[in-house]
Nanobody, 129 residues
Framework: QLQVVESGGGLVQPGGSLRLSCEVS????????VGWFRQAPGKEREGVSC????????IYPDSVKGRFTASRDNAKNTVDLQLNNLKPEDTAVYYC??????????????????????WGQGTQVTVSS
């Protein structure tokens, strides 16, 4: 089974930065996607990045584009998420998730939240002065 572990959360002031890490293990195919999601209290879980480990293509929502950057290290089977210029509204539990590609499915479709089959426990990011 795919296993996902994320880390790196913490408390940061507005305008500050954090770097989150996600490690995927137990995979039997290199063709998988890694997504970062966040969920604030009372709000729906939303994707903040989605990266193909095979191609490196990454999708971001407009809410974080230009501030958050996902990067892959295939040798380590990790995907980091660099969070810059953090705002109080970025406060949430951040989750990493992974899923195998399926045949003839585009990255956009694979990045839908319901496609992800393996989830980490989450790491808290709090942005507050």
């Amino acid at each position: 089974q795919l296993q996902v572990v994320e880390s790196g959360g913490g408390l940061v002031q507005p305008g500050g930065s954090l770097r989150l890490s996600c490690e995927v293990s137990g995979f039997t195919s290199p063709y998988y996607v890694v997504g970062w999601f966040r969920q604030a209290p009372g709000k729906e879980r939303e994707g903040v990045s989605c990266l193909s480990m095979n191609t490196g293509r990454t999708i971001y929502p407009d809410s974080v584009k230009g501030r958050f950057t996902a990067s892959r290290d295939n040798a380590k089977n990790t995907v980091d998420l660099q969070l810059n210029n953090l705002k109080p509204e970025d406060t949430a539990v951040y989750y990493c998730a992974a899923a195998y590609f399926v045949d003839a499915v585009t990255l956009q479709r694979m990045c839908e939240i319901r496609k992800f089959t393996s989830w980490g426990q989450g790491t808290q990011v709090t942005v507050s002065s």
